[in-house]
């Protein structure tokens, strides 16, 4: 092909692509939150009802630092889109939609219902894990989908989750993928679906604690393998060695 021919058909590549972020409602409309109305608030977080500023970086703070607790270190930054409007969280992440969703370690974005500490402290949770991940994780992750969701509940200490049965516990072990997790809340619902999970998680913690969950986190995002990990870490507790329960 004649370089000019690949000029055009590039420069007709990225006005398509440019005209479909502008027009479809989904994650590339973050690239251009002022374009949809959005004040920025703070570095990096943007607010469709710049009213709610105050409240809305005290309870970011208080998530932020929730996290950051149990990690040990600060929450990776990404941009943050709060939408206190349906329209708005309708245009960012499209329909149906959740309360919140982190993309990867990059974009957090919140629904009216996510405006919460709670549902804030989740979706950084998924941040800071996710910045322990790489492309090859969508592929075959270390960290499996049950996880990552379990670990976020636990650190937000979300009460609104229904304690589980053991059906419900070995349901959720076999979510391992992302594209596993939307049959477990068809299977579960969603407070028994992350309520199983978090239980999950609550489970390693008793084997040493916060700091023993945090050690995990740091060989499985190494490369040692998850599974060997759990039951390595689980095996504490059946040894009857002293344990440290709860959240941090």
């Known amino acids: 092909m004649r370089p000019d021919r690949i000029i055009r058909a590039g420069l007709a590549f990225l006005a398509s692509f440019a005209l479909g ?11 251009a939150p002022r374009w949809n109305g959005l004040a920025e608030i703070a570095a ?6 710049p009213a709610r500023a105050e409240t ?3 309870d970011l703070a208080e998530a932020r630092a929730r996290v950051a607790g ?7 930054h990404a941009r943050v889109i709060l939408c206190a409007t349906d329209a708005c969280a309708d245009r960012f992440m499209g329909y149906p939609r959740p309360a919140g ?3 990867g370690a990059h974009l957090v974005v919140l629904a009216p219902e996510g405006l919460t500490p709670t549902v804030m402290t989740h979706e950084f ?3 800071a894990l996710h910045a322990r991940m790489s492309f090859a994780d969508l592929v075959s992750p270390r960290f499996p989908v049950w996880f990552d969701e379990g670990l976020a509940s636990w650190i937000s200490g979300d009460d609104r989750l229904i304690p589980p049965d053991a059906a419900a516990r070995a349901r959720v072990l076999e979510a391992r993928h992302f594209s596993d997790w939307s049959g477990v809340m068809d299977d579960l619902g969603w407070q028994a679906g992350y309520g199983a999970a978090m239980a999950l998680v609550d489970d390693m913690s008793a084997a040493g604690g916060a700091e023993a969950l945090r050690a995990f986190i740091g060989r499985v995002a190494e490369g040692a393998d998850f599974d060997d990990e759990r039951e390595r870490l689980l095996a504490f507790t059946r040894s009857g060695e002293p344990i440290s329960r709860g959240q941090p």
């Open 56 to 58: 809305a970086r005290a």
């Open 125 to 127: 949770a998924h941040v």
């Open 70 to 76: 149990f990690f040990g270190e600060p929450v990776p």
């Open 21 to 31: 972020a502008a027009l479809l409602p989904g994650p590339l409309q973050a690239l």
């Open 44 to 49: 990096g977080v943007f607010l469709d009802d």
């Open 101 to 103: 969703r982190a993309y």
